[in-house]
Structure formats: structure tokens, C-alpha cells
């Protein structure tokens, strides 16, 4: 099993940052990938952005492209997810997810482990 923590939401207005952590622990050797996905109150959940486990290939969805930086600190077993002039529209519940066998890194159902999310509020 993979454990993944969350950390890092809260309240900010628009155009401010946000740092979002995940910890992860467990069998981590399994992992080839991970990612952080959001879902919106009403709304389907949605990929923000991917991370293989070496941290070398990224890859982020238009919404969010040159606003947020996804990275991994592999000594540290945590990903993080800068994001920066956050909108409105990034209101959501953020999850970090891990999969083991990753083929289409935009699709929840390619990720086994999940955490709890953390929520991000953007003011207007």
C-alpha cells in the first residue's frame, strides 16, 4: 500500500499563491507516476497536472499552464504543486494521486492511491 498526505490549501485572493505539499509513504518502489487532480463543488474531478516518479517529465493540463509548477523532492518522498495567479476558478478540493502502471496520465481511474485532498479557496 501508498500512503499520500496532503498539505497547503486555504484561503487566498485572486492572483496570490498557493504551495501544496504530498507526502508520501508506503510501497513506494511500485510508483511510476503521480499527479494532482481537483474537483469543484457540482463538477467531475480534473487533472492539473502529472509528475513521473524521477520528476524528469512533467506534464499539465491548458488550464493551468505557466501558472502552476509541479515538482518532487525524492529525498524528501513529496511532490509539490506551486501554483501562482490563482483565479477564481481554482476553487476546488486538490488531491494528490499515485499509480503504479501509468499510460494516460490525465485519467483519475489510471491512479490506485489517493489523499484526503485539501481545499483551495480563491477570492475574487
Known amino acids: 500500500q501508498v500512503q499520500l498526505v496532503e498539505s497547503g490549501g486555504g484561503l487566498v485572493q485572486a492572483g496570490g499563491s498557493l504551495r501544496l505539499s504530498c507526502a508520501t509513504s508506503?510501497?513506494?518502489?511500485?510508483?511510476?507516476?503521480m499527479g494532482w487532480f481537483r474537483q469543484a463543488p457540482g463538477k467531475e474531478r480534473e487533472f492539473v497536472a502529472t509528475?513521473?516518479?524521477?520528476?524528469?517529465?512533467?506534464y499539465y493540463a491548458d488550464s493551468v499552464k505557466g501558472r502552476f509548477t509541479i515538482s518532487k523532492d525524492n529525498a524528501k518522498n513529496t511532490m509539490y504543486l506551486q501554483m501562482n495567479s490563482l483565479k477564481p476558478e481554482d476553487t476546488a478540493v486538490y488531491y494528490c494521486?499515485?499509480?503504479?502502471?501509468?499510460?494516460?496520465?490525465?485519467?483519475?481511474?489510471?491512479?490506485?492511491?489517493w489523499g484526503q485532498g485539501t481545499q483551495v479557496t480563491v477570492s475574487s
Open positions: 494521486a499515485a499509480g503504479r502502471s501509468v499510460t494516460l496520465p490525465a485519467r483519475p481511474s489510471e491512479y490506485q492511491y
Open positions: 508506503g510501497r513506494t518502489f511500485s510508483i511510476s507516476r
Open positions: 509528475v513521473s516518479w524521477s520528476g524528469l517529465s512533467t
